[in-house]
């Protein structure tokens, strides 16, 4: 049964083998593999890995319809040509598909897959401000800084506040870092 | 315009190109290693130093994922596939009988698909590049019109092609690369910009509020 399976597909594929095949099947190689090795990666954070394995996964998804996709509007294209013989329209529809390929390679998929996966992007990389972010709430907001002892700054407003308490928390002194411990 | 066109789309070496798992999947490779970088490069809100270090480690990773599988894959699976399917279906020993090697069958392969004529004078022409095609095979060529194509073998080759691609690709090259890529990166000067980013910028408008203090 498996023998004759295979049999079949490899005559399939020896009468006639579409480009497409090999890409989506890499794909969804890719797919379900780059994703486990990035969850893998036991230096990474496990939010940023999460995110990582998602925009990893996500890419490929994009990939395999496009792939499809771009190489079937291509022979359907090609197949408008008039004046070509069967025989030729068969090989010009098949090429087409291959060229369809590649175009998506190059252009389509980078394209497609920077707009689907930028709000993952952005969550990875915004992460660690937001993750600060929650830590400081805003009634926690004091009336006076302390700079040192005896110096002491008004902050003008919350966002400022808030710029200095990311940006500058590691050149504060220890205790000042902390939010609420020193006013 | 159009007939350019068509004798384009029809080209026979564009067709050998296409029908090749290996071909199509390196040419595949390529188109990535030039548009994932450039797509990196276009990209108008990343800072050059980021932009700079992501293309070029997509770069590297792409190269990478071509060589293994040039290097790896192709020789590996390609023959191994046709060995394997030598063996398994005994009932095709006709076909697969009549060639050594996954090799000799592709150059028996592309010269099948030519014309009578244009086959002669290649095989007298370039005597020396089909040596090692066995005699056999040469009087097929030479005396009938359509030779047999065996597409039984090659199908038992593109399908491990296929398998070859999806293992070299999907699981070799990333560790591969992780192993490469790294110092490649490193002797070609570039750092990590998550690790530059760590130490906090100095803020000058945080400094004129007095609200930076010297740790």
Redesign the interface.
Known sequence: MK?SF??N???????S???T???V??AV??G???PI?TMADRHEEKETKKYAAIREGLTEVVAIPTYLGVGKLAEVI?GK????SPE?ME??K?????IG??VA???V???LA?IVTKPFSKKVQNKPVQEQKLDIKEHEVPDV?V??DN?T?K??DVK?YH??AM???????PE?AKVGATW | M?GA??NF???PT??N?????TA??S??TS??A???P??ILA?KKLDKQTKNYAATKEFLYQLTCLAVYMALVIPVFKNGAFAL?KK??KD?NAAFGLFRNAKEYLTYQKLAKMGKTDRITELDKHSKKYRKLSENLKNILKTEDKPE????????I??G??IG??VG???VS??VSHMVVHPAMKLLGFKDPKQNSQ???Y?KS?AE???????
């Open positions: 023998a295979i049999k597909l490899c005559e399939k594929l020896g009468e083998n579409k480009a095949y090999a890409v099947a890499i190689a890719k379900i593999f780059r090795f090609v040509l008039k004046g070509l030729k090989v010009a098949h090429n087409a598909n291959f390929v590649c390679a190059l252009f998929i980078p394209a920077s800084i700079i040192s110096v700054k902050p003008d400022q710029q200095v940006k500058g928390y590691q050149l504060f002194k000042l | 159009v066109i068509a789309l029809t080209n564009l067709a190109i296409a029908q090749s798992t199509a999947v040419l595949e188109m990535k030039v548009g994932r450039s797509f990209d399917a398994c279906f095709e194509k065996h597409s039984i073998v090659k199908g038992a593109e399908l092609n296929i691609c999806v690709l999907a699981i990333p560790q130490a906090p910028e803020d945080l509020n007095n609200l930076i203090v010297d740790a």
